[in-house]
C-alpha cells in the first residue's frame, strides 16, 4: 500500500511538470493535449438536461461513453512513458490524471497487474467525486451507482492500457449515500454480470436512428449537387479552392485551352489532371511534361518527335508527347521555361494541329487539348521578350489561379489527415492523429512548399511517430515550431499557477551570459538536482527533465567522465608517491 501510494505522489509530480497554462493565447496544455477548465456547476446543469431529456438510462450510456473516449485518449500518454518506468508506474498516469483534473481524488487500494500476460485486478478509493455529489443534490440518493462518466473512464483508460476489456464496478458510491466512492476493476470475462454492464458502452437506437437521418440527409445533399462533387483526390472547402474547381468543373465541359496560375507545389497537375477525367477525353491519354526538366536542344524532339538520323544519337524515329496524347489531353508544366524555337513551333501546333517531327517534312494530324501551367508571371516574361506574345494569347483563353495552401486555411486540416491515412497505410503502422499542438503548428505555418511541403512533412511525421500514438509537433518540424514564443505557466508542488518561474529563468539566463556559469555547469546541476530530488531513480528523473531514461544516462555517463578527466591532473600534482 506504502509503494502504491509513493508511486502515486510520483506521478502525479510528473503530470504537474507537463501542465503549462498560456495566458497569451488563452489555452491549456497537457504535454501536447489541449485542456479546458469548466465549472463544475455548468457541468452538473448538463449532466442534468441529459437526464431530464433523454432518460436516466440513455443519459447513463451516453455518459459512460464520454468517459470511455476520454479513458481512451488519456492512456496515450500513458503509453508514451511505458518505456521509462514500470507497468505500475506507467498505469498510474490515469488515476492522477482523474485527481489533477478536479474529476475525484483517486487512492489505490490495491493493484494487480500484468500487461504481458494480460492479468488485472485493480481496487481504488475515490473521496469527493463531483459526479456522485452533483446528482445527489439534483436527484438525492440513488439506489445505484451514478458515476457513470468516471466508471467510463476507468474502463477505457484501463482497456486501452492493458489491451484488453477491462470492467469496472462501483461497489460504494457517494450518490447512494456513501461517504465515498469505491470502484473495483477486472477483465469483463471475470463479472458474471459483464453483459449486462457493457450494454452501456453500445450506442443507443436514438443514436443509431440520429447517424441514419444524417446519412440519409448526406445522400440527398450528394444527388442533388452531384456535378459540384470532388474527385477522390482533390480535397478542399475554403473559398479560393472551391472557385479554382468550380472554373474548373465549367473548362472541362469544352475543349478551351486552360492555363494553371499557382506557385511550386499547389497542386498544378492535380488540377489537369482532375480536368482531364470530367471531361470527354477522359478514356483518352493523360500526358504529362515539364518543360523546364528537359534539356534545352531536346526540348523539340521531346514534344514533337523525332525521325532516325535527325541528329547524331537519334538511331530510331520516336513519337513526341503530342502523338503520344493524341485524342487526349497534354500536360506542359513550367510553360515559361520553353525556349523561343520550340515556342514558334508549338504555336503553329496550336494553331494548325499538325506536328512535324525534328529531321522530318512531313506534317502529322495531332488532336490534343492542351493544358499548360506557370508558377512564373507570363505577362511580365512577354514584356521581357522571353515569352512569345501571340503564344501567351494563344494559351490563356481560359485562366484559373490555384491559391497557395497559406490561403487554403481550411484545408490544411483535410490534407492533412488525407495524407496521414495515406502514409500509415503505405507503412503499415496505425496511428491516432496529430496532437492538439502539432494541429496547432500545421495551422500557422507559412507553408512556402504548398501542399507538396505539407505531404513530405506528414510523410515524416507517420514515420517519426510511435505506433498507436500521436504525431507530435517535433515529429514533423526539424527547426522550432512556428508562432511566436509564448510563455506558459506551469504548477508549483502545490498545485499553484507558478508566475515567478519565469523570473527565475530570466536570472538564470543572465547568469550564463554575463560569464558567472558554463552552460555545460547549468546542465550539470539540472541533472544532478534532479537525480537527488528523484532519489536516485533514473526513470522519475528523467521525467522531471523531460527525456527519456536512456537520454539522460547517455548525459550523466559524459558528466561523469568529465569529472574524472578533471580529477587527474590533480591528482598528478601531489608529487611522487613513496614506494
Aim: glycine share 8%; proline share 4%; aromatic share 8%.
Amino acid at each position: 500500500m506504502a509503494k502504491l501510494h509513493t508511486i502515486a505522489r510520483a506521478a502525479t509530480d510528473d503530470l504537474r511538470s507537463r501542465v503549462h497554462f498560456c495566458a497569451q493565447t488563452g489555452q491549456i496544455w497537457l504535454h501536447e493535449h489541449r485542456m479546458l477548465l469548466v465549472h463544475a456547476e455548468a457541468q452538473g446543469l448538463l449532466r442534468k438536461e441529459l437526464i431530464d431529456t433523454l432518460g436516466m438510462e440513455r443519459a447513463r450510456g451516453l455518459l459512460t461513453r464520454m468517459g470511455y473516449a476520454s479513458g481512451l485518449r488519456d492512456a496515450e500518454l500513458a503509453r508514451s512513458h511505458s518505456q521509462d518506468c514500470s507497468d505500475v508506474e506507467a498505469f498510474m498516469t490515469g488515476p492522477r490524471l482523474h485527481t489533477l483534473e478536479g474529476i475525484v481524488q483517486v487512492t489505490p487500494v490495491r493493484l494487480e497487474l500484468d500487461r504481458v500476460s494480460g492479468r488485472f485486478f485493480g481496487e481504488f478509493l475515490w473521496e469527493n467525486s463531483w459526479e456522485g455529489q452533483w446528482h445527489r443534490r439534483y436527484y438525492g440518493i440513488h439506489h445505484e451507482p451514478v458515476c457513470w462518466t468516471q466508471i467510463g473512464y476507468a474502463c477505457g483508460y484501463t482497456s486501452a492500457f492493458m489491451g484488453r476489456q477491462i470492467l469496472y464496478k462501483e461497489v460504494e458510491c457517494a450518490g447512494m449515500g456513501h461517504p465515498n466512492c469505491r470502484i473495483v476493476g477486472r477483465p469483463a470475462e471475470e463479472w458474471d454480470d459483464a453483459a449486462e454492464q457493457l450494454r452501456f458502452f453500445t450506442p443507443q437506437p436514438i443514436a443509431d436512428q440520429l447517424i441514419e437521418l444524417q446519412t440519409q440527409v448526406v445522400q440527398l445533399r450528394a444527388s442533388i449537387g452531384q456535378s459540384a462533387r470532388l474527385p477522390a483526390d482533390m480535397i478542399g472547402n475554403s473559398p479560393g479552392f472551391r472557385r479554382a474547381f468550380d472554373l474548373l468543373r465549367q473548362a472541362a465541359t469544352s475543349q478551351i485551352t486552360v492555363l494553371l496560375l499557382g506557385e511550386t507545389g499547389v497542386g498544378k497537375e492535380l488540377f489537369a489532371r482532375a480536368l482531364h477525367a470530367m471531361g470527354a477525353r477522359r478514356d483518352q491519354p493523360f500526358v504529362a511534361v515539364n518543360c523546364g526538366a528537359i534539356p534545352a536542344e531536346l526540348v523539340e524532339s521531346e514534344l514533337f518527335g523525332v525521325e532516325r538520323g535527325a541528329y547524331t544519337g537519334a538511331q530510331v524515329s520516336r513519337a513526341g508527347r503530342f502523338e503520344r496524347a493524341h485524342g487526349g489531353t497534354l500536360f506542359l508544366d513550367e510553360i515559361g521555361e520553353l525556349p523561343l524555337p520550340a515556342q514558334a513551333k508549338l504555336l503553329r501546333v496550336l494553331q494548325e494541329g499538325e506536328v512535324e517531327r525534328v529531321g522530318d517534312q512531313r506534317t502529322r494530324r495531332v488532336d490534343v487539348r492542351v493544358v499548360a501551367a506557370t508558377n512564373a508571371e507570363l505577362h511580365e516574361r512577354v514584356k521581357d521578350g522571353r515569352f512569345r506574345s501571340d503564344l501567351y494569347y494563344r494559351l490563356n483563353p481560359f485562366q484559373i489561379r490555384i491559391p497557395p495552401l497559406r490561403e487554403r486555411k481550411e484545408d490544411i486540416s483535410l490534407l492533412a489527415k488525407r495524407f496521414l491515412e495515406k502514409y500509415s497505410a503505405i507503412n503499415g503502422k496505425s496511428l491516432r492523429g496529430f496532437t492538439d499542438k502539432a494541429k496547432r503548428a500545421l495551422l500557422t505555418y507559412a507553408w512556402p512548399g504548398n501542399i507538396r511541403e505539407l505531404q513530405n512533412m506528414v510523410e515524416r511525421g507517420v514515420i517519426l511517430a510511435p505506433g498507436g500514438g500521436r504525431i507530435e509537433v517535433d515529429h514533423l518540424f526539424t527547426w522550432p515550431a512556428p508562432g511566436a514564443p509564448v510563455e506558459e505557466l506551469g504548477l508549483d508542488a502545490e498545485g499553484r499557477i507558478d508566475i515567478a518561474r519565469w523570473d527565475a529563468g530570466r536570472e538564470l539566463c543572465e547568469t550564463v551570459f554575463n560569464g558567472v556559469m558554463t552552460l555545460a555547469q547549468v546542465e550539470a546541476l539540472l541533472i544532478e538536482t534532479a537525480v537527488d530530488k528523484a532519489r536516485g531513480n533514473l526513470s522519475a528523473a528523467s521525467r522531471l527533465l523531460g527525456m527519456t531514461r536512456p537520454q539522460l544516462a547517455y548525459r550523466l555517463k559524459h558528466l561523469h567522465d568529465d569529472s574524472a578527466a578533471a580529477v587527474e591532473p590533480g591528482a598528478t600534482a601531489r608529487g611522487p608517491q613513496t614506494p
